[in-house]
């Protein structure tokens, strides 16, 4: 097998993005916002990559940073095995065929004064993927099926759908250019619950038919478990955790992700479970905690973890953490079965048998 079939297809290294803070008369620089302070992952062909954490976190930006929508302080983010931080404009304008966004609120991602037709059009006159107008029509009915709308929606405006329409269309807009890594910036938080099961299953169908790979940045956990192969658990701009979703989900072990975990709804309304509740509001970036970012919320923190930044050590197996005190840590608590009769049973699982069967059909 060659290099370039084994390398990764997104490799990202010490990556970090300080925003400065300006005050006074002059516009001085007093002060930055410590966005990303060194992250390092990688994503492979055709695998999702879910980024999740508390609101201000950062992950947002590290999916801008990758597409250098942003510019990063440092760092390296390698794409096909080229440096992209290297390349000049045309150079990189040529790349972002390869690399696409689907944004979280779709209706202002989407130009209001343009028809479907016409925003999905422009990119593939852009990239001079089509060669005249019939064939660009022909190209724009064939992307709009592929998301499950019909031709003659490409007549329409943005504001003729609905949000499960309208993201749809923004997803359609990315496979346009044929890209083969997307970032998906909380791509259903704004939809509601039975429209995200849709879209997810559409980018799943999407990905394993195209080899698509996904950036999936998000602070639901109970979405990133059926779209995600591998979580990083970022906090304050660090990863914290990473590891598959089934052992992510099975054998959690920073005190953080523990935090995450334990707030994600069961499906059962019968069965218990412990919350893991945080003391207290994500620290300021400005100006973040020395050592372990997490240690003024942590319940286990030790005197090491106020001086030492921990180093994010994985264990052989796939499964890296940022916290050298979690052997030693307690076991999470487990779930606890709630009393039922067998027809409340019965009940639930119709229920939840019906909601599934109808998802999968949309």
């Known amino acids: 097998m060659s290099d370039l079939e084994t390398e990764p297809l997104l490799d990202v290294r010490g990556l970090v993005k300080h925003f400065p803070v ?9 002060a930055h916002v410590r966005a990303v302070d060194g992250v390092d992952f990688h994503v492979k062909q055709g695998e999702t990559l879910a980024i999740v954490g508390e609101s201000g976190c950062g992950k947002s930006t590290v999916g801008r940073l990758v597409l250098r929508l942003i510019e990063p302080t440092r760092g ?5 095995g080229d440096d992209l931080l290297a390349l000049d404009s045309d150079q990189m304008r040529a790349r972002r065929r390869r690399l696409q966004v689907i944004f979280q609120d779709p209706y202002a ?5 343009m028809t479907v037709g016409a925003m999905l059009g422009e990119p593939l006159w852009l990239h001079r993927l089509v060669g005249n107008e019939q064939q660009r029509s022909a190209r724009v009915s064939e992307l709009l099926e592929l998301v499950g709308l019909r031709p003659d929606h490409a007549r329409r405006y943005p504001h003729e759908f609905s949000g499960g329409q309208r993201q749809r269309i923004a997803i359609a807009r990315a496979l346009a250019v044929e890209p083969r890594l997307i970032v998906a910036d909380e791509p259903v938080s704004a939809l509601d619950v039975s429209i995200q099961a849709q879209v997810i299953n559409l980018m799943k169908q999407l990905q394993q038919r195209f080899g698509l790979a996904y950036i999936f940045i998000s602070h639901d956990l109970a979405v990133v478990k059926h779209i995600a192969d591998r979580i990083a658990v970022m906090y304050l701009g660090r990863i914290v955790e990473t590891a598959t979703t089934e052992e992510l989900f ?3 072990r920073h005190p953080y992700t523990r935090a995450l975990l334990s707030a994600v709804p069961l499906p059962d309304p019968t069965a218990i479970r412990e ?7 994500i620290p300021s970036a400005i100006n973040p905690p020395a050592g372990c970012h997490f240690h003024t919320r942590c319940p286990f ?9 921990p180093q994010l050590i994985a264990d052989g197996t796939g499964h890296a953490t940022a916290c050298p005190w979690w052997p030693e840590l307690p076991a999470p608590p487990a779930l606890v079965e709630g009393v039922r009769n067998e027809q409340d049973r019965i009940r639930l699982d119709r229920l939840q048998a019906a909601f599934v069967s109808q998802t999968e059909a949309s």
């Open 22 to 30: 300006k005050s006074g008369a002059f516009g001085r620089v007093s």
């Open 76 to 80: 390296q983010v390698r794409f096909e």
């Open 109 to 113: 991602s989407l130009n209001p004064r």
């Open 250 to 252: 099975r054998h959690p």
């Open 275 to 281: 919350r893991a509740l945080l003391e207290g509001d």
């Open 301 to 309: 923190a030790r005197a090491s973890c106020r001086s030492d930044v």
